[in-house]
């Protein structure tokens, strides 16, 4: 990891800009010799705006708890990643970037009205022959000097001309919707312009979701869904059964592009080795494509008088 530097903005930076100037770096691909800044950035005043919370919720489909849904100050977080992603010093090509995996984990519940201080900054990068280079980027969020919720996000840099070609398999994985135990399978769609309704409300134009022939140039044959819209309609689903109030930990990791449209089966049921756990999955209805899988770690439910 390289040398430190932060960018410290009175708010969330607009992300139309970060994007224009992230597009207009030129950065060769990267290689094993690739060397990361350790990048960050941060706002110390930030609210939840109800508004587009709402517009966040109903296109992916969470219940409102009354407190902010685990998966969204991810979302709030995404201008910081843009800064950090379109900073002259940040060592690899800007668009392209494919979600890896996530880790969310929120200490408490995060109430509606409360001010946040929102940091982000790049962790490690990591060589990896066969795909790309994969670079980590941690995420928090403060109330006062207590930390509410953090995150870890990995994300792939593809080298085009190295990437390995997926060998298709005729062995069908069990269908989510055969799962005896499942909690919670359900159907649902995500139609052809979902990458784009999804970008407005979150603010991520990134071109693999948003056309095929925007996506193409990053060997896409069709617009793929954002892997946190993947992320946060599962969330939706599994919200039901947990307490929002409690503290959690979300772990996803992202198999398969869902590439649109596309109609996608979530399941979730409990883990077998340990209580207050649940695994999660997300897959094609034949069974044959695994979209996400992850578990729910559920703890100690926090009063929101305790923080007061």
Not at 105 to 111: D, I, K, P
Not at 160 to 170: C, G, P
Request: glycine share 6%.
């Amino acid at each position: 990891m390289g040398t430190h530097e932060e960018m410290v903005f009175e708010a969330l930076p607009a992300l139309g800009p970060l994007y224009v100037k992230a597009a207009a770096r030129r950065r060769a691909l990267p290689t094993p010799q690739t060397e990361l800044k350790a990048l960050r950035a941060r706002v110390d005043r930030v609210r939840v705006d109800r508004d587009e919370l709402v517009r966040y919720r109903e296109l992916c489909g969470i219940a409102d708890h009354g407190v902010v849904p685990l998966p969204y100050l991810q979302v709030l977080a995404t201008p910081l990643h843009a800064a950090i992603i379109a900073h002259a010093d940040f060592g690899l090509p800007a668009l392209g970037l494919v979600h890896l995996e996530n880790s969310l984990r929120q200490h408490r519940a995060v109430q509606l009205d409360e001010v946040l201080r929102l940091s982000a900054h790049v962790d490690e990068g990591q060589w990896d022959e066969r795909l790309g280079y994969v670079v980590s980027l941690v995420s928090e969020a403060y109330v006062g000097e207590e930390l509410v919720w953090e995150s870890r996000l990995r994300a792939l840099s593809p080298v085009r001309s190295k990437r390995a070609k997926t060998r298709s398999s005729s062995k069908r994985a069990p269908e989510v919707g055969e799962q005896a135990n499942a909690n919670v399978s359900v159907m649902v769609r995500a139609p052809e312009d979902l990458g784009r309704r999804y970008a407005a409300v979150s603010g991520d134009f990134n071109p693999i979701h948003l056309h095929p022939w925007t996506a193409r140039p990053f060997g896409f044959d069709r617009a793929i869904a954002h892997g946190m819209w993947t992320l946060s309609r599962a969330w939706g689903e599994v919200q039901e059964l947990v307490d929002v109030k409690a503290s959690l930990e979300l772990s996803v990791r992202f198999r398969k592009p869902v590439k649109l449209p596309a109609q996608l089966w979530i399941a979730a049921w409990p883990a077998d080795d340990e209580a207050g756990e649940l695994e999660l999955r997300c897959q094609s209805p034949d069974g044959r494509r695994t979209h996400l899988e992850g578990s729910v770690r559920v703890g100690r439910s926090v009063s929101p008088v305790e923080h007061a």
